[in-house]
Structure formats: C-alpha cells, structure tokens
C-alpha cells in the first residue's frame, strides 16, 4: 500500500484517538495529522509522529493547512448543530477546495437513511451533511453507521444500566432490536475505510443485534442472576419528552440528554 496522509478533526475526542492508535497499528507508516484546539490533549507517547495543528473549526486557514495535500479528512467532531453542520461544511468546502478526494463525515450514527428529515433532531445534523456532500462534485463523502457505542449507551450517565441496583431502565416494549458497537471496533474499522480509497458513500457495520430483554437473558445466563428491568414508559412517551425538552432547551441537545 503507498503511504497515506491522513487528517483527523477533532483529534482529542476520545474516538479521534482512538482512531490514530488504531490506524498506526493498521499501517505503522501512515501520515496521520490532526487538528485540535488544545494540542496539548493529545498526550498519548504512541502518538507523538502526529502532525498537531492548532486551530478550531471555524478557523479557515489553519483548517486549509491541515487539510492540503491529504488522501482523506475524517472527522470526529461532536458538539451543537452549529459545529455539526456549519463547521463540518467548512472542513468539506476547504478540503474540496485543496483537492483532497474523500470526506468521512462525523456520523458513527444509528441508520439515520431510515429517518425522515429531522424526525431524529439529534441525528438531523448527519443527514444535513449528507445532503451537503451529495451536491460537491470533486469530494466523495463518507458515512460510517454503526448503530450506538455499546459504551456509551451502558455508561453510567445515561442511566439505562444501573449498575448500583443490577437494574434495566428502558423505553417500549424491550423487544425492540438495538444494534450496538464498541468504541475499538468502530475505530478499527473505520481505520480500514480510511486506509481504503475506494472506500466511499453509506457503509453498515454492526457489533451486535440485541434487544434488551435478550441482554437481561445473557447476564442471567453468564452471572447467575437475571438484573431487574423497570419499564419507563412508552416509546410514545419518549418521543412527547424528547420533544419537550427540545423545545425547553433548543438545539444544544447537551443540555437535556443525560437527563
Ligand atoms: N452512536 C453513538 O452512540 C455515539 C456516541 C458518542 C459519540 N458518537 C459519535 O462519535 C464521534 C466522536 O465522538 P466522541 O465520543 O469522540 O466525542 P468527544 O470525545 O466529545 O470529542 C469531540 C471532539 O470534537 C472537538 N470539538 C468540539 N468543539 C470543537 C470546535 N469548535 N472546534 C474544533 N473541535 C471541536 C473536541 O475538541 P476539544 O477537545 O477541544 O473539546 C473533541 O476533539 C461523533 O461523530 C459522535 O456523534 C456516537
Ligand atoms: C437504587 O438504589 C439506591 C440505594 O442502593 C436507592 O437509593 C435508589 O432509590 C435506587 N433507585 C431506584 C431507581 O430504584
Ligand atoms: C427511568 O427510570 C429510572 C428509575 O426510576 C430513573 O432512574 C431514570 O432516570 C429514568 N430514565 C429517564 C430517562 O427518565
């Protein structure tokens, strides 16, 4: 394989490092750069070769910089719609502009091609993107969907596993099928994509299928002892408090979302 260079934005989130490690694992002689606003975040030995470059995501220049000369952009920024959309398209814009030839938008997403515009507002942001990409000419993008972060969804912040209590908290009937992926092996995947340049458009990856009903099964299965389940409510419930909220606290779903 001839040597790639390969730009991560937002570098100092905790998939954007992920992502380095993985791909320097995947290709030792691969030229990674990535564009943070504190570099000094990035303080991981393994990746001392990376390219810093200090900037955030509306500073045009350095974002020129950084970008000039790439085999591909991948982007792992997560904030506000304002960052999601405005600053995603900047990145594209200039990376189009300096000829780089594929654009990995910020996605690790559930299947948002199913949803229909905005319907998902935390999700919208991807499929805005999605538009804005199929309009450049000159700039293959890039959509990786995994489903949820297994580690995520099971973080204590979002309280769906309460691990004090050995207790399921979930919405709907329990059956409904939730894919799910680990952090690694969406890093590690879309390491490959990044190192594949024929690697464009919507690519499906899933760790597992499972709904929460079956996981309470195979605790009980591998522990001994099935945890509790409490139902919150209905999934029409979900959405009427979900739409509340969204109206209580704007676009900045931060806000709400552990809540
Ligand atoms: N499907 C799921 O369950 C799930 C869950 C979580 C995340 N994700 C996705 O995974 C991707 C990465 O998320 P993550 O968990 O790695 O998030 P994270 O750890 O919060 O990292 C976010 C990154 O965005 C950067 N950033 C924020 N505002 C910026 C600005 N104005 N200019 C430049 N950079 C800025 C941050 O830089 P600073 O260090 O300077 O703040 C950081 O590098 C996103 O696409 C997100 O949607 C998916
Ligand atoms: C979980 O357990 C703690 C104490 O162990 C208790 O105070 C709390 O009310 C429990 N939460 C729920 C939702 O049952
Ligand atoms: C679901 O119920 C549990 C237990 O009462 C509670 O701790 C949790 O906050 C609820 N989740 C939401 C999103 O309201």
Known sequence: MASMTIAIAGITGKFGRLLALCLLKALPE????????????????????????????????RIRQFVRGADVVCCCYLGDDHLMIQGQKILIDVAEEEGVPRYIASDWS????????????????????????????????????????????????????DQENL?????????????????????????AVCLDREAVGILRFVGDVISIRNMAKTMQKVYGKAPNMHHNGSLEELSAIMV????????????????
């Open 30 to 61: 691969v030229k990674l750069r990535g564009l943070a606003r504190e570099p000094s975040k990035v303080d991981d030995p393994s990746l001392s070769s990376v390219n810093l470059f200090q900037g955030d995501a509306f500073d045009v220049d």
């Open 110 to 161: 559930l299947d948002w091609t199913k949803l229909e515009m905005g319907k998902l507002f935390a999700k919208e942001s991807c499929q805005r993107v999605h538009e804005y990409l199929a309009t450049k000419a000159n700039i293959r993008g890039v959509h990786i969907l995994i489903g949820g972060f297994t580690d995520v969804i099971f973080a204590p912040f979002f309280r769906i596993w």
């Open 167 to 191: 207790t399921f908290n979930y919405w709907g009937t329990g059956d409904e099928m939730w894919e799910c992926t680990s952090y690694l092996n969406s890093a590690q995947y879309t390491a």
């Open 244 to 259: 509340h909220e969204r109206q209580n606290y704007g676009a900045d779903f931060y806000k709400y979302v552990f809540k």
